[in-house]
């Protein structure tokens, strides 16, 4: 059953290629790619924490899991980096016009110091409690081109000059 926020059969075909062999991991059967994208897709729309993960996406922890795995080996900057070229190779980027903004995301009180966790958090603590500031570069049309993340508390300007570096796009030869 298709629910609001997941792919189209459109947008799936444009990703699936990109995406890496799909093998089980720990010995059990590995949740189809398409439903584990649906279910990232519906908690970045939604903002809520993965425990309140509808069960028709499968078990939270192994779809957090496998996200946070997913970022740690890259996956999801190459999939960018992929779907990218296809749309600049489509002629749907905007190269003439460019939009650069930040917003803040505030985060649980847990969020930070976590045994064991990463070092270079982009989590900032202010009179309002921790946050993250997004800074995201999109082309004219609206797709984004580069992401870059701070501490909550930080200037927006901190984040301009590494979005002016990271925003481009590998284009493929064309004759």
């Known amino acids: 059953m298709l629910h609001r926020h997941d792919l189209t059969d459109v947008q799936w075909i444009a990703v699936r290629p990109h995406l890496p062999i799909s093998t089980g ?5 590995r949740l189809n790619d398409r439903r584990f994208i649906d279910a990232v897709l519906w908690l970045l729309r939604t903002g809520a ?10 078990n939270w922890s192994s779809i957090s899991a496998r996200f946070y795995r997913w970022g740690q080996a890259g996956v999801w900057h190459h999939l960018l980096e992929q779907l990218q070229q296809l749309a600049d190779q ?9 939009f650069i903004d930040s917003t803040v ?3 649980h009180h847990h969020a930070a ?8 958090e982009a989590l900032g603590r202010s009179r309002g409690g921790f946050s993250t500031k997004i800074h995201l570069k999109c082309e004219g049309g609206g797709k984004p081109l580069a992401v870059f993340l ?3 508390e ?8 590494p979005l002016l570096e990271r925003g481009r796009v590998k284009r ?3 004759q």
């Open 90 to 98: 489509q002629n749907q980027i905007d190269w003439d016009t460019q």
């Open 172 to 174: 493929a030869y064309r």
């Open 154 to 161: 930080r200037h927006e300007m901190v984040g301009f000059v």
């Open 25 to 29: 991991f720990g010995g059990r059967p």
């Open 49 to 58: 924490p993965w425990r309140d993960l509808p069960p028709c996406y499968g």
């Open 150 to 152: 701070t501490g909550g």
């Open 105 to 107: 995301i505030r985060t």
């Open 113 to 120: 110091g976590a045994q064991g966790g990463q070092q270079d």
